[in-house]
């Protein structure tokens, strides 16, 4: 008997923030492929990552676990692929297996891909034009062989994973995972998108021009703002660098936005390609497509690039999903779903029982309409890199439904444990009801006292509860 358990289909992009895609109101682009799987499925209005950067999420997804458990807390840590991850566990109960683009968790052989009955990776970050890939040898399949390919890096993923698609076994159900390297910095266009917002202005966001007042010293020396701190390869031209601050964000702006929208654009046409193969095959009904990415991106808020604040912008991943035989076409959720939740599910819809310490839990039932009364209301984060890449300060922080409070410990990871005297530890505490933008932090207003109490104590709980510890608190 064929087995009839829901294929997977998981796609994730590099740096792709939800305001960049018109299901999510975008005021800047359209993204017609992406709307498609949101109209026929469900938009999740609150998912978060728990750690904004690239490697510790693609771990946390993989593994259902918090950077502390696996290992991953910094762009420095690969994957020991001895672990346990959801592809290992559909791949033992039945499934066919597949993970196609980047994987940037490792390229030792010891952080190979594991759990895949084939892959296909980029080294590293990948390029974009005539990329190199890694591609199983069937012969060893803990080993890649490298091969130089032609095309375009958006193109050629989904060109790979259509051919595995044509010829897996149609007797088992499959799990296939397609992550784009794009629209990953430095967003470098193809040439049918490379005209694309050519005789138009991008609107700018409504905090470009942010200046970092009534906030910790954190957003102020974070060095990721458009224009000053970019190179010229972000913006393909030499940046003037006489213009002032100001100025110089607005100039910036618009090269920087239409390249990573460009870049965008492919990657929908691409997902219209994955769609289109499921509809002319008769799979749709009977697949799980997933859209989303690793965390999320500033497209210019608070005057910045890049991500790693858990603001908004950043600690926000879109999250499409669609299973006609569950979700209701058209809908969406506000219930707060993470990255570390990701494992679990798909191994909840496959019938797979999860691995002991995997700390995530399935959403399956908010998926289906029904969120348990005990689901989560709000969520532990932490951002380990000290003042490495981008001179972002270290931090952990709680989100709820209404409020943000973010501890700046100042402290090293590995360090002494000596405080940085010269940035002493700070807090942040944001009403995202009155104050959206996270422009005004209200750690300090007595006023908030108690919300404050209250917030730590919760912290406090989540941290313990995922195995985490909190660090020095003052103030
Ligand atoms: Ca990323």
């Known amino acids: 008997m064929p087995d009839k358990r829901p294929n997977i289909v998981f796609i994730m992009t590099d740096d792709h923030a939800a305001h960049a895609m018109s299901c999510y109101g975008s005021r800047i682009n359209q993204t017609p492929n992406l709307d498609r799987i949101a109209t026929g499925g ?44 959801f592809a290992k566990l559909l791949r033992a109960s039945g499934y066919q297996t597949a993970l196609v683009g980047k994987w940037h968790l490792g390229t030792k052989p010891e952080n190979r891909p594991a759990g895949f009955d084939y892959w296909n990776v980029l080294p590293g970050q990948g390029l974009y034009h005539d990329p190199v890939m890694h591609e199983m040898d069937p012969a060893d399949p ?8 032609k095309g375009y890096v958006t193109d ?17 159900p499959f799990c296939l995972l397609v992550h784009h390297k794009a629209p990953h910095r430095e967003w470098e266009p193809d ?25 910790a010293a954190a957003a102020r020396e974070a060095k990721m703002r458009v224009g000053v701190h970019m190179k010229d390869k972000d913006v393909k031209r030499p940046i003037p660098r006489d213009l002032d601050d100001h100025a110089l964000r607005k100039w910036a702006y618009q090269y920087y936005i239409k390249d990573y929208l460009r870049v965008i654009a492919s990657v929908d046409d691409n997902v219209g390609r994955l769609l289109d193969y499921l509809d002319a095959e008769d799979l749709a009904d009977d697949t799980i ?13 608070h005057g910045w690039y890049d991500k790693r604040f858990m603001y908004e912008q950043s600690l926000r991943m879109p999250f499409l999903i669609r299973y006609p035989r569950e979700i209701e076409a058209g809908s969406t959720t506000d219930a707060m779903a993470l990255n570390l939740d990701f494992a679990q599910t798909f191994l909840d819809y496959a019938g797979v029982e999860p691995y002991p310490g995997m700390q995530g839990r399935s959403f399956r039932p908010v998926l289906a309409g029904h969120t ?36 700046y410990y100042a402290q090293a990871l590995g360090a002494s444990g000596a405080i940085d005297d010269s940035r002493p530890p700070e807090w942040e505490l944001f009403d995202l009801e009155r104050d959206p933008d ?30 985490d510890e909190p660090v020095d608190e003052v103030g």
């Not at 993923?157 to 088992?172: C, E, F, G």
């Not at 694309?196 to 970092?212: H, K």
């Not at 348990?372 to 890199?385: L, S, T």
């Not at 750690?443 to 406090?460: Q, S």
Request: aromatic share 12%.
């Open 372 to 407: 348990p009364d005990d689901w989560r209301r709000g969520m532990y984060y932490r951002y380990w890199m000290h003042l490495s890449h981008h001179n972002v300060y270290a931090h952990y922080g709680i989100r709820t439904e209404r409020y943000k409070l973010i501890y």
């Open 289 to 301: 497509v997933v859209y989303t990415s690793d965390q999320g991106f500033f497209l210019g808020d």
């Open 42 to 85: 469900m938009r999740l209005c609150n998912c978060f990552c728990t750690n904004s950067i690239c490697a510790p999420s693609r771990a946390t997804i993989l593994t259902g676990q918090y950077e502390h458990i696996h290992g991953v807390r910094t762009l420095g840590d690969d994957l020991d692929r001895t672990r346990n991850n």
């Open 156 to 172: 050629l993923i989904t060109d790979i994973s259509l051919d595995w698609l044509r010829n897996r076994d149609t007797d088992k």
């Open 438 to 467: 996270e422009l005004h932090s209200v750690y300090a207003d007595p006023a908030y006292a108690d919300v404050v109490k209250e917030l730590k104590a919760e912290m406090h709980r989540l941290q313990a509860d995922c195995g």
């Open 191 to 215: 040439d049918k998108h490379a005209h694309m917002y050519d005789d138009i202005d991008i609107p700018e966001p409504d905090t470009l021009y942010d200046d970092y007042e009534n906030r």
């Open 142 to 149: 803990d080993h890649g062989i490298p091969k130089k390919l």
